[in-house]
């Protein structure tokens, strides 16, 4: 409740240009660059983004790649493996949770109680952007130092987010995968949320 609190303070509260002393009256948000191993993420992070920063007063938000005097280049990483970036935590034994859905040939093992998920976005705002910057900037060269005057806000934003493991037993366990599913997209949701209100701190912080 009280994360969803702060959500609806900074979606309905007024605040002026951060961009304004940079001579930026509106800015595109492009749908991020998927580079993680989570599918279907780009297209929530790119709306909390557009939400956010359409609150603030004298900056006009706009999506896709429209005529903007600046754009928002988000970039989301997670690591190689599937493995790091959807960490098990908390094992549990399946013999205690569900011994008669076993059966008699399988032995016990372990599933865990709680999976971690971690993603990094990496967050760029530059004064229009040409088609060959956006290349350089979405790719491996784009995590060294790009140094350009056009550049004027360039961050990695780390964002974690934990969920608890459903196991249904009997007639019902046929919906396990479904209701973690579920869940792993509700705790993505979350994260998307969680790092436009970190972005959002940081410009206010900065600028």
């Given amino acids: 409740m009280l994360f969803n609190s702060s959500c609806a303070d900074y979606r309905f509260q007024t605040l002026d240009n951060p961009f304004y002393q940079y001579g930026i009256n509106s800015i595109s948000i492009p749908m991020f660059y998927n580079q993680s191993n989570f599918s279907n993420i780009s ?10 920063l359409s609150g603030f007063k004298g900056l006009k938000a706009q999506g896709g790649n429209a005529n903007s005097d600046a754009t928002l280049i988000g970039i989301i990483e997670s690591q190689n493996s599937r493995r790091q970036s959807r960490l098990a935590t908390n094992p549990r034994s399946v013999e205690n949770i ?6 008699k040939q399988r032995g016990d093992f372990a599933i865990p109680a709680t999976n971690t998920l971690a993603l990094r976005l990496r967050v760029i705002v530059i004064k229009k952007p040409s088609k060959e910057e956006i ?6 060269l784009g995590k060294e130092e790009f140094i350009s005057s056009k550049i004027i806000f360039k961050e990695t934003i780390p964002i974690t987010a934990s969920f608890t493991r459903e196991f249904l037993t009997g007639e019902a366990s046929s919906v396990n995968h479904t209701q973690n599913l579920g869940a792993q997209k509700n705790s993505l949701y979350a994260m998307a949320k969680s790092a436009s209100q970190s972005f959002r701190e940081m410009i206010l912080y900065a600028f």
């Fill in 43 to 52: 297209p929530v992070f790119t709306k909390e983004f557009y939400k956010m």
């Fill in 98 to 103: 569900a011994d008669s859905d076993l059966g």
């Fill in 135 to 140: 290349k350089i900037l979405k790719s491996s």
